[in-house]
């Protein structure tokens, strides 16, 4: 496949990913705030926006953090590259310059989310439209998934929107089990209250996790089990485990002449989480765990750009 | 005033034996159901994406929907048979000609067109002389745009032998007619026209050089911000095969190749859609960033095929037109089929005098405009759009050609008011590699404005299906 083909399907993968997964993020932070009493309100705000790497892109832009303004910043603003307005664009921008690689369904389902997304941002979103928005955006990322599945063929093409998406994926849920930490900085085992209980809930179902959380452990919930459950346990579809089990099967089917070292690091992380335990995080610190874990998903990005993507003239 | 003829109805206003089928569907459906599918074509087109990028005033590269209508331009089978035929022979003849321009040039020597008018040509590439290419094939996709002015009675507007389009409209245009009105599929056997791409695969192959038994064929483009940039990924798609960009490819030992995940890959065959000047920057505008280096050099060498070739644009050049019937007597040793539109030569005085007598009655086009941009429609022009063009043509008379205006046909179409006539043409298009092949029909474009000549899509015009009948 052409270089350019595939850094184009990576990107278009995985821009509709972080749509939705900015979507999931939005929607825990937007439950939390509504939980707390409202001198703590800043505080989440400011944590989805540093969790995100947006901090300084919004205070260049906005005097201060106010709710509706970070909303309006992640959600249709078109300056913000990370918001879910350009998310989507940058996804239909890629999958436009590779109609040929994809099917004629995936580029109609794409082409509509654009054209839909665009209306909703010249409406706006109104108060109590809020969880309708977010609603759609995972949606509509389910359906260009799913389209995927049921239309391309499992070529290579395949495997690089694949492994936008898993990579993507993994990162997002690392960022996303990471507002906990910044949003209540006393130590992470110590088991709170009905506010704490709350939001360890809000986190699992932003993620999809709540009911399965209930039917693996059928106990109360803790911080240990959900960090188990989003961390290590490879039958959860967006665990880190789970993504990077994905990404570690794909790099090895798109092996090339240069992808030894990509192979070896996938290869690498993907054991450890195999073989990792919970006691073993926790003694790290969840939080600084997951920082690796971003530093080291950042790295394979890297890393997948030189082997696949920037060809040279030998 | 001029008999407008007329595709649907005949003088009397009874309907033609083409239509009968058509016009009795039309009768019978409620006109709430058309509205509504017409409104459904919208929408779909809409939500593919078949868009036209328009090059405007507010240089906005705005994505603009070709209109679409659903009455068909219906073409009967013995009359089809005759345009095929005609276009056989030219697509010949240019080919032939183009052979013969980069190669011993027999046609001036024999001196059937003067010298200076093909060597003084700004389209003539010098540094085509003496290359060889395969199957002596230049123009591999023509689009030969015609008009009908009566009865059996086709022109030749103009030869599209650099990088025609409109193709993928002929294409979508016949899905959605499909989806749209399938009961008007089964009253009447309608010659398909969706293996198109197969016909322009195989032919593309066909050329391939040093006889590859499995050419790698792409499509290149030069990028998302091109008008046609949808029609390139269209059949790219259709074929299977890559859609490249100037920066894809590179030349290493006159040999051409693409940048894939698993390392460079040889290219044999370019459908480029790409203008000659960019190609390559070693070999013609340095300042192209879409083109390859070195692409030329392994042309040249015979390593890669483009298609079309090289330096087409000699053929097809509007002054170049009115030799083409020449060319087929002294190529083919034939009479024209098709005829030419009766054209005045303003590089010669006595024509040109006659010309700016008579500017209010003809159209005068610039011999390299094209999309419709830089022309003069007498009849449509005020004295002082006339005064101007007069002044334009008196300072370079060589730079233009003259034509009558033709009562180009009608078809009926949905317009805000109903249905009315408009104006319509047809671009066929022709394959030539080993054999020469076409599928029925081609693009019909139709002038929506009210008595406006100009189909261009860059001028406000639209599409309809077209349909060669079986039988």
Redesign the interface.
């Known amino acids: ?6 850094d184009h399907l990576f990107w278009m993968a995985r821009s509709m990913e972080r749509a939705e997964n900015t979507a999931r993020m939005l929607d825990v932070t937007y439950r939390m705030s509504l939980l707390k009493h409202s001198m703590d309100v800043f505080n989440e705000w400011c944590a989805m926006l540093s969790i995100s790497g947006l901090h300084e892109e919004y205070e260049a832009r906005y005097p201060e953090v106010i709710p509706a303004n970070v909303m309006h910043f992640m959600t249709l603003d078109e300056k913000n590259p990370g918001s879910i307005f350009s998310s989507i664009n940058k996804a239909r921008e890629n999958a ?6 994809i099917t ?1 369904e995936m ?2 389902a794409l ?2 989310t654009w ?1 839909d997304m665009r209306e909703r941002q010249a409406r706006g979103i109104s108060e109590d439209g809020i969880s309708d928005f977010f609603e759609w955006v995972k949606e509509r990322s389910h359906l260009s998934r799913g389209i995927t599945y049921g239309t391309l063929l499992q070529d ?1 093409a395949f495997h ?1 929107l694949r492994l936008g998406t898993f990579l993507e994926r993994a990162d997002n849920t690392a960022r996303i089990l990471d507002v906990k930490y910044h949003v209540l900085l006393p130590s992470l085992t110590d088991v709170g209250g009905a506010v704490d209980y709350y939001q360890w809930s809000a986190l699992l179902r932003s993620v999809s996790s709540f009911e399965a959380y209930r039917k693996t452990y059928r106990d109360v919930i803790t911080p240990m089990r959900v960090a188990e459950l989003l961390v290590l346990r490879a039958d959860m579809p967006r665990s880190l485990a789970a993504c990077m089990q994905e990404v570690d099967r794909l790099v090895r089917q ?1 092996t ?3 992808s030894g070292e990509l192979s070896r690091r996938c290869g690498l992380l993907q054991a450890e989480l195999r073989f990792g335990t919970v006691d073993g995080i926790f003694d790290k610190g969840l939080h600084e765990y997951l920082n690796e874990f971003l530093a080291r998903i950042y790295e394979l990005g890297d890393l997948i750009n030189t082997t ?2 920037w ?1 040279t ?2 | 005033m001029k008999f407008i003829y007329d595709e649907m109805r005949d003088a009397d206003g009874g309907v033609r034996a083409s239509y009968k089928s058509f016009a009795n569907w039309l009768e019978s459906t409620l006109p709430e159901v058309i509205a509504r599918k017409r409104r459904e074509a919208d929408l779909a087109f ?4 078949i868009t036209f990028a328009v090059y405007g005033a507010d240089n906005s590269g705005a994505e603009r929907l070709i209109p679409f209508d659903i009455v068909p331009r219906i073409i009967a089978a013995h009359e089809w048979r005759q345009i095929e035929a005609g276009l056989r022979q030219r697509a010949k003849a240019l080919n032939a000609f183009l052979h013969d321009v980069y190669h011993d040039q027999n046609i001036i020597k024999a001196g059937r067109i003067p010298a200076q008018q093909i060597l003084g040509n700004a389209q003539y590439r010098k540094e085509m002389l003496g290359v060889d290419v395969p199957g002596n094939i230049y123009a591999h996709i023509a689009g030969i745009d015609l008009v009908r002015a009566g009865e059996g009675e086709y022109y030749v507007l103009e030869d599209n032998l650099r990088t025609p389009s409109g193709v993928s409209y002929m294409l979508e245009d016949r899905k959605m007619m499909m989806r749209l009105f399938p009961e008007l599929f089964s009253r009447q056997a309608i010659a398909p026209v969706e293996h198109y791409p197969d016909l322009l695969l195989d032919n593309l192959r066909s050329v391939a050089p040093d006889n590859e038994s499995y050419p790698n064929v792409v ?1 290149m483009t030069p990028g ?1 911000f091109n008008s046609a940039y ?1 029609e390139h ?2 059949l ?2 259709q074929m299977g095969v ?4 100037g ?2 490819l ?1 030349v ?1 030992d006159d040999t051409v190749f ?7 890959r040889r290219v044999h065959v370019i459908y480029r859609r790409i203008d000659d000047d960019f190609l390559d920057p070693l070999a013609f505008r340095k300042d192209s960033a879409l083109g390859v280096p070195g692409l030329f050099a392994a042309y040249r060498a015979g390593r890669v095929t483009l298609a079309n070739a090289v330096g087409t644009g000699i053929a097809d050049d509007k002054a170049m037109y009115i030799h083409v019937p020449e060319m087929i007597r002294f190529y083919c040793d034939e009479e024209p089929i098709l005829s030419n539109v009766p054209t005045h030569d303003l590089s010669k005085s006595q024509e040109l005098q006659h010309v700016l007598e008579h500017l209010s009655e003809l159209v005068v086009k610039e011999v390299h405009g094209s999309g419709g941009y830089g022309m003069l429609v007498g009849p449509a022009a005020s004295k002082e759009e006339i005064r101007l063009f007069r002044e334009k043509i008196i300072a370079e008379p060589a730079r233009y050609i003259a034509q009558p205006t033709l009562a180009l046909s009608t078809c009926p179409t949905f317009v805000e008011s109903g249905i009315a006539p408009r104006h319509i043409d047809l671009r066929p298009f022709v394959l030539s590699g080993k054999d020469i092949t076409m599928v029925p029909g081609g693009l019909t474009r139709v002038a929506l404005k009210e008595g406006s000549l100009v189909v261009n899509s860059s001028q406000g015009g639209g599409t309809k299906d077209t349909w060669v009948l079986e039988n």
Do not use: C, K
């Open positions: 496949m052409l270089s350019s083909t595939a436009r310059a590779v109609r040929g690689a004629s580029w109609e082409n509509h054209l290579e690089f798109i090339g002449p240069r696949y993507f060809s003239d030998e | 809409h939500r593919v994406g499509v998302q949808f990924a269209f790219a798609q890559e859609l490249v960009e920066h894809d590179f290493q693409m940048r894939t995940t698993h390392g460079p």
